[in-house]
């Protein structure tokens, strides 16, 4: 098992939450969409601009796992007026959880997991909620064995191109 750390990430952390986000994302959904469509969604979503915003939103907080001094993953949690679609206050929002290729199935995708879990326990939140993509099966099937459950679905714009997420929850009290 690897000794992996969760560090919060701050403004100093900005070109490593760039690195990291881009090429979670590309590693994740490239194979499946055109690279337009992939360029667009990355300009646009992981821009210097876009990042310090997130960064800088009180109702954001965004972790990295580290691995030997290398981000090797990250989540992004979203609190009352960030939180996309529901705006629920007594939830949160995981609005991404990546992790790199060559450390997947190695637990760390847990290991941030159970940190959203315990922020939302010790906020006294009645669940966590987030969308995957219907084709990410992996996805999908990592949040069901954990106990997530299907309660909805919404439009999710990559690039031009109109995919559709499926909502999951995961009760806490």
Same mark, same amino acid.
């Given at each position: 098992?690897? =000794? /992996?750390?969760?560090? =919060? &990430? *701050?403004?100093?952390?900005?070109?490593?939450?760039?690195?990291?986000?881009?090429?979670?994302? !590309?590693?994740?959904?490239?194979?499946?969409?055109?690279?337009?469509?992939?360029?667009?969604?990355?300009?646009?979503?992981?821009?210097?601009?876009?990042?310090?915003?997130?960064?800088?939103?009180?109702?954001?907080?965004?972790? !990295?796992?580290?691995?030997?001094? =290398?981000?090797?993953?990250?989540?992004?949690?979203?609190?009352?007026?960030?939180?996309?679609? $529901?705006?629920?206050?007594?939830? /949160?929002?995981?609005?991404?959880?990546?992790?790199?290729?060559?450390?997947? @199935?190695?637990?760390?995708?847990?290991?941030?997991?159970?940190?959203?879990?315990?922020? &939302?326990? *010790? &906020?006294? =939140?009645?669940?966590?909620?987030?969308?995957?993509?219907?084709? *990410?099966?992996?996805?999908?099937?990592?949040?069901?064995?954990?106990? !997530?459950?299907?309660?909805? @679905?919404?439009?999710?714009?990559?690039?031009?191109?109109?995919?559709?997420?499926?909502?999951?929850?995961? $009760?806490?009290?």
């Amino acid at each position: 098992m690897l =000794k /992996i750390s969760i560090e =919060k &990430a *701050n403004l100093t952390d900005l070109p490593q939450l760039q690195k990291i986000a881009s090429e979670t994302f !590309f590693e994740t959904f490239s194979a499946e969409n055109t690279d337009e469509d992939m360029q667009t969604y990355l300009a646009r979503n992981f821009s210097t601009e876009k990042l310090i915003l997130e960064l800088n939103d009180q109702n954001s907080d965004i972790y !990295f796992a580290v691995f030997e001094q =290398k981000v090797i993953g990250y989540l992004k949690l979203n609190f009352r007026e960030s939180q996309s679609h $529901l705006q629920d206050h007594g939830a /949160i929002q995981i609005e991404r959880l990546y992790i790199s290729k060559e450390y997947q @199935n190695k637990n760390v995708g847990q290991f941030l997991l159970e940190k959203a879990i315990e922020i &939302a326990k *010790n &906020a006294d =939140k009645a669940y966590v909620w987030l969308g995957v993509w219907t084709e *990410n099966l992996r996805a999908i099937k990592f949040y069901k064995r954990n106990n !997530f459950s299907e309660f909805g @679905n919404y439009i999710f714009m990559l690039g031009k191109d109109e995919q559709q997420d499926i909502l999951m929850k995961l $009760l806490l009290i």
